[in-house]
C-alpha cells in the first residue's frame, strides 16, 4: 500500500481557483487508481473525481465537472486536482486515496472502493 499526504488546500474567494496535490510513498503507485474525495461536518465522504492507472481514464462528480481536472503523475508518484471557477459549496476536506483493484464502476467509485488515505487538507471558499 501507499501513505498519501495532501497539500495546497486554503481560503479562496469564489470564483477562484486551488491545486491540490498528493504525494504517496511506497511501492507500485503506478499500479493503483487515485481518487478524491471531500467531506463536510455530518455528511459522508462524497466522491470528486478519480484517475485509471496511467491517466487514460477519468470520471468527475457532475458537481465538479468542467470546472476540476485529476491528473498524475507516475514518475513523480504525485496525483493532483485543480479546481478553478470555485463555488462556497466546494468548500470541505479534501481527501486523496488509493484503490486496490481495477478502475471499474466507469470510474464512478464509492469511498469503500479505496483502501488507503491522506490526513485531508481544507479547502475554504468564501462568498
Known amino acids: 500500500q501507499v501513505q498519501l499526504v495532501e497539500s495546497g488546500g486554503g481560503l479562496v474567494q469564489a470564483g477562484g481557483s486551488l491545486r491540490l496535490s498528493c504525494a504517496a510513498s511506497g511501492r507500485n503507485f503506478r499500479t493503483y487508481p487515485m481518487g478524491w474525495f471531500r467531506q463536510t461536518p455530518g455528511k459522508e465522504r462524497e466522491f470528486v473525481a478519480s484517475i485509471s492507472q496511467g491517466g487514460g481514464s477519468r470520471s468527475y462528480a457532475d458537481s465538479v465537472k468542467g470546472r476540476f481536472t485529476i491528473s498524475r503523475d507516475n514518475v513523480k508518484n504525485t496525483v493532483a486536482l485543480q479546481m478553478n471557477s470555485l463555488k462556497p459549496e466546494d468548500s470541505a476536506v479534501y481527501y486523496c486515496?488509493?484503490?486496490?483493484?481495477?478502475?471499474?464502476?466507469?470510474?464512478?467509485?464509492?469511498?469503500?472502493?479505496?483502501?488507503?488515505w491522506g490526513q485531508g487538507t481544507q479547502v475554504t471558499v468564501s462568498s
Open positions: 486515496a488509493s484503490r486496490v483493484g481495477p478502475y471499474s464502476s466507469g470510474g464512478y467509485f464509492t469511498s469503500a472502493d479505496f483502501a488507503s
